[in-house]
Nanobody, 128 residues
Framework: QLQLVESGGGLVQPGGSLRLSCAAS????????IGWFRQAPGKEREGVSC????????NYADSVKGRFTISRDNAKNTVYLQMNSLKPEDTAVYYC?????????????????????WGRGAQVTVSS
């Protein structure tokens, strides 16, 4: 069964850090570009970050630039999202997605419809 599983979410105080992981099972991520999205209560899903299949290009939403870092370890079939200096407005369910046709993200992150597989999400809550 092909699936993506997010982990690493939780409750953290403002200014704190979390690292989300997105692990694939049933297929190799080697040829897939990966995106991270988030959805807060009452809001639309928004793109957070993305990384190309080779890892050579990455991109970020303006709201997280300088605070979040996306990376991948193809040997572990896993993509990470390191989140630092977290703010209450980062509170959301975070989803990872994999897209086979995504080879570059240098100009911008792909739209959600360009991804083939989605995880079920991980809750991130930033609160004191």
């Amino acid at each position: 069964q092909l699936q993506l599983v997010e982990s690493g979410g939780g409750l953290v105080q403002p200014g704190g850090s979390l690292r989300l992981s997105c692990a694939a099972s049933g297929f190799s991520l080697d040829f897939y570009g990966i995106g991270w999205f988030r959805q807060a209560p009452g809001k639309e899903r928004e793109g957070v970050s993305c990384i190309s299949s080779s890892g050579s290009s990455t991109n970020y939403a303006d709201s997280v630039k300088g605070r979040f870092t996306i990376s991948r370890d193809n040997a572990k079939n896993t993509v990470y999202l390191q989140m630092n200096s977290l703010k209450p407005e980062d509170t959301a369910v975070y989803y990872c997605a994999a897209g086979l046709s995504i080879t570059t993200v240098q100009l911008m992150c792909p739209k959600s419809y360009e991804y083939d597989y989605w995880g079920r999400g991980a809750q991130v809550t930033v609160s004191s």
